[in-house]
């Protein structure tokens, strides 16, 4: 393309691009007011549904409890979750306290759901993060020290 060409198709294009910009002549400006975004709807609980059918809800469950300020942030999810229809026997919890008794760097709670695991961990800052992983060969979804769920 030429510059002389150029410098005609320009103007040409600017003018058909405004022409779409402006109204007719029975147009009438409206001040209706942009749709605001919806929130997302509420998740559901799927009793027969695997982990990643449920991991929208346990999430939902989570995030507001295992972010809020509290002395016993896994007792708090454990309890949440219950509430929230998972089975406190397919729930496992780290100590919300190390052997010298200070708060432990992050709480991790895991549900067991078929043969995967929906993981969930709130750290000391309160950062709630959460992931879908294997089910050990155990039957647990946790390796090491974990609380016994007596309450």
Known sequence: M???TLV???PAVISLALA??????????????????????????LPDGDAQDNKAYFDWVLSDVATSDQKQPGRTM?????SAGFRKNSIQVTPDVTKTDLSADSVIVAVRVARSCLIG????????????????KTGGCLIGTTRIIDW
């Open 8 to 10: 005609l198709a320009v």
């Open 78 to 82: 454990v309890d949440a979750l219950v």
């Open 2 to 4: 030429t510059a002389r």
């Open 121 to 136: 961990q709130r750290t000391n800052n309160r950062e709630y993060f959460s992931s879908i992983e294997s089910a050990l």
């Open 20 to 45: 779409g910009c402006t109204l007719g002549p029975n147009a009438t400006p409206s001040a209706t007011p942009m749709p605001t975004v919806s929130s997302a709807p509420v998740p559901v609980f």
